[in-house]
């Protein structure tokens, strides 16, 4: 077998199984959406508040996601393990 | 085939392979010279009474310096010059993908550096509120044991910036050229006379991976440098 094409492959493979890393952050986001929700149905007029940390919170929990999204890209387009085989 | 690349090298400085011109470096001086007009432009012939430009540049100076009092607490007024020079930078390096421009935020070089700049202002706040001694004795906080763990969270914060600044929007843009070659795709293998799908459809998806992820972000940005710098202060 090309040792290359393996590589790539595995790579590719890799790559998808690093997105799985999106799951988490999903979940998380969609929670705190629906908890600044019921926190703006309570108190309607802290809605500028909970808006903003409600961003500055889902910004910080899809850190783990775009890391993964990071490394996929990486594996996909500027394959680091290539050069080695 | 599809291709994403990153930016394109120009020249080389003094013929030295370490010092490439790339066409980031190329698009942040044009992005630099829009925002330098832009202020020139909002700022000039100033009167007591504002007109229309003069209460945009007011409004925006306004906005900036409630952030700063409300994030970074009373007295910090120095830091919002810096803060609106990250966030416009960020928002109009962004934006400069709208305008054929290769998005300078989408090379982590660019917010890697901001980032490394935001992380000395940290450093410095710390040592100046704590001492150069108590500065280093924070990191045996609360057990000595914890030091490997400060240390390790005082270099993850310029990483965790810059990556996710620059995953966003290297994703946004990795997102719409595999999109618009799908697209183009799709038109050509229906033998459509004009290239219907790749009318409208970029045009709605740039919206949110050009515009709200560029403003999001920058915003993102710099209320993570108001938070951090201000908590080094106490």
């Known amino acids: ?85 | 085939m599809v291709e994403v690349n990153g930016p394109k090298v120009y020249t080389y400085l003094f013929g030295n392979k370490a010092l490439p011109i790339t066409e980031t470096m190329v698009n942040y001086w044009i992005v630099m010279v829009f925002i330098l007009l832009l202020c020139l432009f909002l700022t000039s012939k100033m009167e007591k009474i504002p007109k229309a430009k003069q209460a945009v540049a007011e409004k925006i100076v306004m906005i900036v310096d409630g952030l700063v009092d409300q994030n970074m607490g009373k007295n910090c007024r120095q830091y919002s010059p810096f803060i609106v020079t990250l966030m416009f930078s960020s928002v109009f390096g962004s934006l400069a993908s709208m305008f054929t421009l290769r998005s300078v935020t989408g090379d982590l070089n660019t917010t890697l550096g901001w980032a490394l700049i935001v992380s000395g202002m940290i450093i410095y706040n710390k040592i100046k509120t704590n001492g150069f001694v108590g500065f280093l004795k924070g990191f045996t906080e609360p057990i000595w044991i914890m030091t490997p763990l400060n240390i390790l969270s005082e270099v993850s914060t310029p990483v965790s910036m810059s990556f996710r600044h620059f995953g966003n929007i290297a994703g946004g843009l990795v997102i719409s050229t595999l999109m618009l070659s799908a697209l183009s795709a799709l038109s050509s293998a229906l033998n459509l006379p004009i290239p219907l799908f790749q009318l409208g459809i970029p045009g709605v998806t740039g919206l949110y991976f050009d515009l709200f992820s560029a403003c999001i972000q920058a915003f993102i940005f710099s209320m993570l440098t108001m938070a951090y710098v201000g908590s080094a202060k106490e």
Not at chain 1, 2 to 26: E, H, Q, R, T, Y
Not at chain 1, 45 to 65: D, K
């Open chain 1, 1 to 85: 077998m090309d040792p290359k094409a393996f590589v790539a492959g595995m790579s590719a493979l890799g790559a998808g199984m690093a997105m799985i890393g999106g799951l988490g952050p999903g979940i998380g986001e969609g929670y705190i959406a629906g908890q600044a929700c019921s926190a703006i149905a309570r108190q309607p007029e802290s809605q500028a508040n909970v808006t903003r940390t409600m961003i500055l919170g889902i910004a910080m929990a899809e850190s783990s996601a775009i890391y993964s999204l990071v490394i996929a890209l990486l594996l996909i387009f500027a394959n680091p393990l290539l050069n080695k085989v």
